[in-house]
């Protein structure tokens, strides 16, 4: 197979927000460190723009439209939290086309691990609304796009993100081929993600919300991890893993409160390194949040050093907290795997 593959894209420093914590100084931290690291070893690409069809298959062309317009004169708030300028809207391009990029890579090029590291993130976008600093929902056109360009059957998201992932649970709610597994502090913005919304429809069951009080740390986030995604991983059979990949759930983020470390994101890629390596599938990751520089620079490369390396590493011994066994609990009526 080949090496490992990281898209990035210079438009990605081209939104200007100022002072707002979503601002070009995540992406010039997150390259500096990877550099300093010879980029781990990664072969390093530059991402395409995304295709109308790509987005539309999540987004409706008015959606699009909205955001291209208001970039053409130049931006402004989309709501309180969520500002564009002028280059927006061809960063949030190419930050849907490294979805896509990635998943062509690993479901078309035999590529076994990938990333995609841009910004504006993604996963707060919903199908017709931009929001929580996202304008599309990368992850989401890249589950898409592997389930309609590349006839994959099944794709689980994974949501390490400390805010829920509303857009992406509301993309694929009513939907049985994408598992979408969420972690994150609630209550907290944006106010969804709670336990009882497990999907509707067709969809029953395969939305699996995970949320966890403020204060949580690295044991708590792992448990979830070990205990119910990696089991719902061999049950659900995907035939491609994907994480929604923020850092806001740092312990020196200033936008929430829980307390996960560098070594706890490095904990989680390992074990969803090994949930891809016993499937004997392909893992991508897509960047969504983290606020602190130094704590998302680091992190971020701890999560690409256990993703990447040539031998898998060590899996942490994760015991079975008590939120992990209420979820259990609660999900076993959909998945045995969890009884």
Known sequence: MTVSVLFRHPSSLEPDTGAHPENARRIVAIERALSERDWLGWDVRESPAATREQIERVHPARHVDRIEALCRRGGGMIDMDTLVSEGSFEAALH???????????????????????????????????????????????????????HGARRVLIFDWDVHHGNGTNAIFRDRDDVLFCSVHQSPLYPGTGRASDVGRGAGEGYTVNLPVPGGSGDEVFLSHVEHVVRPLA???????????????????????????????????????????????????????GGYDLAALSRSVVATLEALGADEAPPVPEVALDPLAADAQERLAAYWPALA
């Open 95 to 149: 930050a849907a086309g490294g979805a896509v990029a990635m998943v062509d890579a690993l479901l078309g090029d035999g590529v076994r691990c990938a990333a995609s590291l841009h910004r504006p993130p993604g996963h707060h976008a919903e199908p017709a609304q931009a929001m929580g600093f996202c304008l599309f929902g990368n992850v989401a056109i890249g589950a898409a796009h592997a389930l309609e360009a």
């Open 234 to 288: 061999r049950e659900f059979a995907p035939d491609l893993l994907l994480l929604s990949a923020g850092y806001d759930a740092h312990a020196e983020d200033p936008l929430a409160g829980c307390r996960v470390t560098d070594d706890g994101f490095a904990g989680m890629a390992a074990l969803m390194r090994a949930a891809a390596d016993e499937l004997a599938v392909p893992l991508g990751l897509v960047l969504e």
